[in-house]
């Protein structure tokens, strides 16, 4: 299935390719290291309970993206095209000689104080944070496969990201322990990788203007979850206020189902 185009636009000339690529890498700006959420931890403004509830919360977004990469792959009739793609689903799960990003993240929670089960449990996922990371997996699930596969453009900007925190961390927070930084290094060259194949997949099928002008609106809405992550955090840790906060203060939210019904 092809891109639809949806939005009007004013002009009736395509950006060329490199032009193109570059109003992608503008939405840069609207990334979430830019967040004051992310400012603080660069700063090592963050207190060990507050990085520990980032921590927790992109977890549940690493075990999704999996998911969602298997939901692109399921859409995706082009064989070559899911040769390519199927890396990153294992990218994250692992395989021989890979222990994957999922269980490096869980090596990441256990350097900064916690225990794999509460990753695993989700009972620190904010209701924010869960909603922003299911509204991407179900856009995925749903979009032609082009369209999930441009919605992965974020990773443009990914690397700024993980070397910053492997840059700030060890300074700021001397008491994370080394295995906590697996990830990070990990991502830095998977991330560069992945990226020039999913550019590659929205300059050849974004030819027209109002193409172009959906797949930067995609490239937007996966720009806003991530920022809305931040926004729930910053409430609940920085600010005091989590969810019910004038009810009560117990984490009465809706953490993880308990038991599996099947």
């Not at 403004?45 to 990469?69: H, T």
């Not at 890979?98 to 104080?113: K, N, Q, R, T, Y």
């Not at 910053?234 to 009560?248: E, I, W």
Request: glycine content about 6%; proline content about 5%.
């Amino acid at each position: 299935m092809a891109l639809t185009a949806i939005t009007p636009c004013a002009s009736d000339i395509p950006l060329n390719r490199e032009a193109f690529r570059e109003a992608l890498m503008n939405k840069g700006q609207y990334y979430h290291l830019n967040h004051p959420f992310q400012q603080a931890m660069a700063n090592g403004e963050l207190s060990q309970e507050q990085l520990q509830g980032w921590v927790a919360n992109r977890f549940y977004y690493q075990l999704m993206i999996p998911q969602k990469d298997a939901a692109l792959l399921a859409n995706c009739p082009d064989t070559a095209t899911r040769r390519r793609w199927v890396q990153r689903l294992l990218d994250h799960d692992g395989h021989a000689g890979d222990e994957g990003g999922i269980e490096a993240w869980l090596a990441l929670g256990e350097a900064v104080g916690l225990h794999r089960h509460t990753l695993l449990s989700q009972e620190r996922v904010l209701p924010g944070v869960r909603f922003a990371v299911d509204a991407y997996r179900h856009f995925v699930a749903r979009a032609p496969w082009q369209e999930a596969a441009i919605s992965s453009l974020t990773e443009l900007f990914a690397p700024l990201a993980h070397q910053n925190r492997l840059d700030t961390w060890p300074q700021h927070y001397p008491w994370i322990k080394e295995q906590g930084y697996r990830y990070f290094r990990k991502r830095l060259s998977e991330a560069r990788r992945d990226v020039e194949h999913g550019l590659e997949i929205a300059i050849s099928v974004c030819t027209t203007v109002a193409l172009q002008q959906r797949a930067l609106n995609i490239l937007q809405f996966k720009l806003d979850v991530l920022w809305s992550m931040l926004d729930a955090m910053t409430m609940a840790y920085q600010l005091g206020r989590p969810p019910y906060h004038t009810v009560t203060r117990e984490a009465v939210y809706h953490r993880g189902l308990e038991h599996s019904l099947y």
